[in-house]
């Protein structure tokens, strides 16, 4: 997905870490990450570990860091669009119009992180970063405990219990797709992109599935 | 044995009666070493209720919700997992320093955030979900 930007980049001291939450591990991974023929990191992450650390609630989001180790944008959609919520549900197409928008903004977006590496626009000053950080409350923490022992209990054998520490965790963190969809799709394959989500994007009415990056 | 899960790694503890055990795994499992002050790492300690220390032998349930983490045991209480604070989180964050991490790569090489100190680093997620 971020190939041809990291090999437009890559001799400007820039990297690509790309990471799979991918709960049932890389080998669900591996064939779109060989088809992405990609020469940057594509790593696997079987415990969300990363959503964990960064407070990520939906992929794709991004985060950026500079060279010194810095985060200079908070976690934020990186270059997919909501003009999806409109397609076609029969057909599972977009309209012409809303495949045209989809692809500017993404572009867009491409465009802002090739002007972050080759001008450092874009990096945002340490208050507005900060301000800008999504909370992590007690009911986060505790709904990634409850997911991480799912992942753990659905690995040894107890995917009934592992199922309802999931769906304990989901209930706990509404805004996170991530462990909705993970636990719909460790259910039965698929699930996550089935009518259930579809409802579930229906309910969001005038909020963003993926908020527009504040670029 | 019991389940240990914390935010990155797994341990493998004799336990009783919930999560009590030997100050030595409760140390190896938290970070945390018990002293007379309570449990410290660094230089910092948390004091524990005399409830929480027994011969010593650690309640490590009751120290972890004095950090304010959440704990959350499977129904057999075999296995646990010991969640981060949301207030070490948002801390963390807070200091805009990128949390470090380990991960493996597709063919299990573990590659870590920091070793690419120097370069602007683009970190994205993605799924096949």
């Known amino acids: ?215 | 044995m019991t389940v240990v899960l914390t935010p990155t790694a797994e341990y493998k503890v004799s336990t009783r009666d919930g999560l009590w055990m030997s100050a030595a795994d409760a140390e190896k499992v938290t970070g945390w070493a018990l002293k007379p002050e309570g449990m410290c790492r660094d230089e910092r300690c948390v004091p524990l209720p005399a409830s929480a220390v027994k011969g010593g032998d650690v309640d490590v349930e009751a120290f972890w919700q004095r950090l304010g983490g959440p704990v959350i045991a499977s129904r057999d209480g075999d296995a646990w997992a010991l969640g981060a604070p949301a207030d070490e989180r948002n801390a963390a964050l807070e200091g805009l320093q990128a949390p470090d991490f380990t991960l493996p790569d597709v063919d299990s090489k573990p590659r870590t955030l920091s070793e690419l100190r120097g370069k602007k680093v683009f970190l994205a997620t993605w799924a096949s979900w």
């Open chain 1, 1 to 215: 997905m971020w190939q041809s930007l990291y090999a437009e980049l890559k001799d400007k001291g820039f990297m690509v870490v790309a990471v799979a939450e991918e709960s049932r591990g890389a080998q669900h991974a591996r064939p779109w990450i060989e088809e992405a023929k990609s020469s940057y990191w594509q790593l696997i992450d079987t415990e969300h570990r990363l959503s964990d650390l960064y407070n990520l609630v939906n992929v794709p989001q991004a985060v950026w860091i500079d060279e010194q180790g810095r985060i200079v944008r908070p976690p934020e959609t990186a270059g997919s669009t909501d003009h999806f919520r409109r397609m076609d549900l029969k057909t599972r197409t977009m309209s012409p119009e809303d495949q045209a928008e989809r692809l500017a903004a993404r572009q867009a977006y491409l465009d802002a992180v090739r002007a972050w590496v080759t001008t450092g626009k874009h990096a945002l000053p340490a208050d507005a970063a900060r301000a800008a950080l999504p909370r992590v409350t007690p009911e986060i923490a505790e709904a990634r405990a409850r997911f991480r022992l799912g992942v753990w209990l659905r690995d040894n054998g107890h995917a009934t219990e592992g199922d309802r520490q999931m769906n304990a965790a989901s209930g706990l963190h509404p805004d996170s797709w991530s462990m909705w969809r993970q636990a719909a799709d460790l259910d039965e394959v698929g699930k996550a992109s089935g009518p259930e989500f579809w409802k579930r994007v229906q309910a969001l009415g005038d909020r963003p599935y993926y908020p527009p990056p504040k670029l």
